[in-house]
T-cell receptor, first 107, second 115 residues
Framework: RKEVEQDPGPFNVPEGATVAFNCTYS??????FFWYRQDCRKEPKLLMS???SGNEDGRFTAQLNRASQYISLLIRDSKLSDSATYLC????????FGGGTRVLVKP | DTEVTQTPKHLVMGMTNKKSLKCEQH?????MYWYKQKAKKPPELMFV???????INESVPSRFSPECPNSSLLNLHLHALQPEDSALYLC??????????????FGSGTRLTVV
């Protein structure tokens, strides 16, 4: 079993719609969690940290459920520019990446 | 300065060549990392340096040799690579190993092709 697992997608999302996807992790000792965004042939860029209390950054909402060991990301009012691969990351003394969820926002 | 700078951006090398990838950060981060990313796969950790000392080597073949000359610089020396080593090589840094409150900052990567 992979340490961090994600649905690879793609999630085909109409522009303006809401999309949500999860990530599960197996290492209960993981301390911090993040969502990274990666565009084709570019480096991963930090989208947001994930906290148990849930956190929101504009159209993006992230949630951590330690009891069930999953992390979620919700994107509201999807824009064409949101099309990317979203990488779920668990951090301890190193970052462990999920395989990524591909999101395609279409007009 | 919140950037991690990697050079070169692109590199084509033969299997008998020796080349080096360079990474530099001036954010005062004390942990630096090398990741390898193949197409449509997530980044895979290769090495971690903490306070200029090698902390983690993820069983990387010896044809990859990391070096940390000082707290701002990280090199990856390449020798006798194979075509399957072709990938995007990413450097990253963080405040400290295990201190990842603010995540890692990644460089834009070196796209390596071995011919």
């Amino acid at each position: 079993r992979k340490e961090v697992e994600q649905d690879p997608g793609p999630f085909n999302v109409p522009e303006g719609a809401t999309v949500a996807f999860n990530c599960t992790y197996s290492n209960s000792a993981s301390q911090s969690f993040f969502w990274y965004r990666q565009d084709c042939r570019k480096e991963p860029k930090l989208l947001m940290s994930v906290y148990s209390s849930g956190n929101e950054d504009g159209r993006f909402t992230a949630q951590l459920n330690r009891a069930s060991q999953y992390i979620s990301l919700l994107i509201r009012d999807s824009k064409l520019s949101d099309s990317a691969t979203y990488l779920c990351v668990a951090a301890g003394n190193k970052l462990t990446f999920g395989g990524g969820t591909r999101v395609l926002v279409k007009p | 300065d919140t950037e991690v700078t990697q050079t070169p951006k692109h590199l084509v090398m033969g299997m008998t060549n020796k080349k080096s990838l360079k990474c530099e950060q001036h954010m005062g981060h004390r942990a630096m990392y090398w990741y390898k990313q193949k197409a449509k796969k997530p980044p895979e950790l290769m090495f971690v340096y903490s306070y200029e000392k090698l902390s983690i080597n993820e069983s990387v073949p010896s044809r990859f040799s990391p070096e940390c000359p000082n707290s701002s610089l990280l090199n990856l020396h390449l020798h006798a690579l194979q075509p399957e080593d072709s990938a995007l090589y990413l450097c990253a840094s963080s405040q400290g190993q295990g201190q990842v409150t603010y995540g890692y900052t990644f460089g834009s990567g070196t796209r390596l092709t071995v011919v």
